[in-house]
Structure formats: C-alpha cells, structure tokens
C-alpha cells in the first residue's frame, strides 16, 4: 500500500521561505499538496501528474510556491516563498499509484481529492511574526 510521509514545516516568519517534502514508498503517477486549518475544508494547493506536465496552482498561491518532484527517489516538493499569515495550516501531502489519466486531471485532483485517497500524516507550517 502506498505510503507518504512528509516533512519540513516549521515555525517562520511572514514573507520567509520554507521548502515542504513527501516521499513516497512506491512510484506514484500523481501528487499534490493540500492543506488545512482547524474546522475548515481541505484546500489543494498544487497538483501535478506524469502525463502532461501541468501543474496547478491554486489562485492564493500562484507565483509564490512550486511544486517539483524527483522520481528517482519517488520525492515531491513545495518550495514556498513569500509566505504569509494566511498560509498557515496543516500540510497534507497526496498521491495516487501508476495509471492513465483523463486530461485536466492535476485540477480536479486538487479539487477534488486523490483517487483512491492516499494522504499523508501532514506537516504543520505556521507564519507569524
């Protein structure tokens, strides 16, 4: 069974940086990151699958974090800058085993959720002054 495990959120202040890591115990055909805060939805963050080499951004963290991955060590990262108050939450890695998928599919894993629903134990990442 797949298993993520994350790291690297800590304590930092507003407009620092901070770079997220999940490794992942298998080869994985999709990831992303999403987060939340306590008594909220979960928010995707950005998403990325194998297929076409698009990656969402969700619009309050386009232009300030990246997502990236490094398939020989089955590795995904969040490389955060600029970060604000608004940005703390906890950090969920996700991700889904080998498959097609449909087109468009990094946003609505985002939206939506992974397939299958493989998520990581998350990783708390607080911006304050």
């Known amino acids: 069974q797949l298993q993520l495990v994350e790291s690297g959120g800590s304590l930092v202040q507003p407009g620092g940086s901070l770079r997220l890591s999940c490794e992942a115990s298998?080869?994985?055909?999709?990831v992303g990151w999403f987060r939340q805060v306590s008594g909220t939805n979960r928010e995707g963050v950005s998403c990325?699958?194998?297929?076409?080499?698009?990656?969402y951004y969700s619009d309050s963290v386009k232009g300030r974090f990246t997502l990236s991955r490094d398939n020989a060590n089955n590795t995904v990262y969040l490389q955060m800058s600029n970060l604000k108050p608004e940005d703390t939450a906890v950090y969920y890695c996700?991700?889904?085993?080998?498959?097609?998928?449909?087109?468009?599919?990094?946003?609505?894993?985002?939206?939506?959720?992974?397939?299958?629903?493989?998520w990581g134990q998350g990783t708390q990442v607080t911006v304050s002054s």
């Open positions: 990325m699958t194998n297929d076409d080499g698009y990656t």
């Open positions: 996700a991700a889904e085993p080998p498959g097609p998928h449909p087109p468009g599919h990094a946003r609505s894993m985002c939206n939506l959720g992974p397939r299958h629903n493989y």
């Open positions: 298998e080869v994985t055909s999709a």
